[in-house]
């Protein structure tokens, strides 16, 4: 089976994907605290009107990201 690499920040509305690994280190330890860790569906919620923020639904909770924090988030996608 073959995975593409994407970030949140490239969803669409509804879409899914897990949680691989992080770009920015320093971004990726705040976003460990809120339950963004690796193995863990993320689906995108909404885009705002402007394009940021964006809201996600990860580990139980929804969850609200700048653009340029969403796009820190590298998922694995596809059919699994």
């Given at each position: 089976?073959?995975?593409?690499?994407?970030?949140?920040?490239?969803?669409?509305?509804?879409?899914k994907g897990i949680i691989n690994n992080f770009k920015?280190?320093?971004?990726s330890l705040k976003l460990l605290e809120m339950g963004?860790?690796?193995?863990?569906?993320?689906?995108?919620?909404?885009?705002?009107?402007?394009?940021?923020?964006?809201?996600?639904?990860?580990?139980?909770?929804?969850?609200?990201?700048?653009?340029?924090?969403?796009?820190?988030?590298?998922?694995?996608?596809?059919?699994?």
């Open positions: 089976m073959k995975f593409s690499e994407k970030t949140v920040a490239d969803l669409n509305i509804g879409e920015d280190p320093a971004m963004c860790l690796p193995g863990t569906e993320v689906t995108l919620d909404f885009i705002a009107p402007l394009g940021c923020p964006v809201g996600i639904r990860v580990a139980g909770y929804h969850l609200s990201l700048r653009k340029r924090e969403a796009a820190t988030i590298v998922l694995q996608t596809g059919q699994v």
